[in-house]
């Protein structure tokens, strides 16, 4: 024995591999264009470690404009399409943990045609407006 203490995982973290760090699950919902999802999986995942979340499930789903028109307009009373949706759900730190189950930390929705055009009106790379989005959403 070394005589450290290892450090005591935040209120919310579910007991075992789940403290290795947060879990993103993402998923192309969309047909626009092609989108590396596992590389912003991990922009998302990189992002919640950076934060000091070392545990929880996030969902990032890259969709198309009717459906994120159709949240834009359920959730915020908004009409059209917008480039991104972030849907939190547990705080991490007071969010308790039942039988396993991971603490929820929400949603976030990306239009990746709606990132294409935000990308040409900016001058920037459409990947690169992805990323941005994708941070901000889980922000």
Request: hydrophobic fraction near 40%.
């Amino acid at each position: 024995m070394t005589g450290t203490t290892p450090p005591r995982p935040w209120p919310g973290s579910p007991p075992g591999p789940s403290r290795a760090g947060p879990v993103v699950e993402a998923a192309d919902e969309q047909a626009a264009m092609t989108v590396d999802v596992s590389h912003f999986s991990e922009l998302a995942r990189g992002v919640l470690v950076a934060r000091g979340v070392r545990g929880g499930e996030l969902s990032l789903t890259f969709v198309d404009e009717d459906t994120i028109s159709e949240l834009n307009r359920h959730h915020l009373g908004g009409e059209g399409p917008t480039d991104v949706l972030a849907f939190p759900l547990d705080a991490p730190t007071d969010a308790p943990v039942a039988d396993g189950i991971p603490v929820l930390l929400g949603d976030v929705v990306v239009c990746p045609a709606q990132a294409q055009r935000n990308a040409v009106a900016r001058s920037v790379a459409t990947d690169d407006e992805l990323a941005l989005l994708v941070v901000h959403g889980v922000l």
